[in-house]
């Protein structure tokens, strides 16, 4: 029997930018699904660098201690010569923090550890990603979306104010 709910938000897409949007609707009140394909968390890196500014996003969402825990700094930039020899050098400057830019130096924390870490602070917020539900089908009106999904409970009907494309490169959501 297919079961219809109702959402403010629905975001497609557990990955970094679903979750970080996911922390913000949280700590906002708004309600909101957040649902992922995959079966399980993702346990690969796609990217490791974490930027200065995305450091100062992470410390809005409350999750900047943790990821600095978790990771370190870029190792140094190692370029040979012609000779053989070579030169380290580092691969950003280290300068004063200002309140303009608190953060200089890039970090190296792989994907699935971010993407942890974030999951945690969901849950805090008395939320969690709902993995093995797939975007089946969306209709559109002025006003609302009507999202078909497949998932561990059988099939449901999901009709939210928004849907939110956060399912990567070949996102399900933008090419229809």
């Known amino acids: 029997m297919t079961r219809y709910t109702t959402t403010d938000v629905l975001i497609c897409g557990a990955g ?33 660098g974490i930027q200065p500014r995305t450091q100062e996003i992470f410390e809005d969402l409350g999750i900047l201690n943790k990821v600095v ?67 089946r089908h969306f209709a559109q009106t002025p006003r609302t979306v009507t999202a078909y999904v497949a998932g561990p409970a059988g099939e449901e009907v999901i009709i939210a104010h928004y849907l939110i494309g956060a399912d990567g490169g070949g996102s399900f959501v933008r090419k229809n």
């Open 16 to 48: 970094v930018t679903g979750l970080t949007l996911a922390i913000e609707l949280a700590r906002h009140g708004v309600s909101f699904r957040l649902i992922e394909k995959r079966t399980t968390p993702f346990i690969g890196s796609r990217g490791k």
């Open 69 to 135: 825990a978790a990771g370190g700094l870029y190792p140094r930039l190692r370029t040979y010569r012609h000779d053989g020899s070579y030169v380290d050098s580092d691969i950003a400057h280290h300068t004063k923090p200002t309140h303009a830019e608190p953060y200089h130096l890039p970090l190296m924390v792989p994907q699935n550890v971010t993407e942890t870490i974030m999951r945690e602070q969901l849950k805090a917020w008395g939320h969690r990603v709902e993995f093995g539900c797939e975007l």
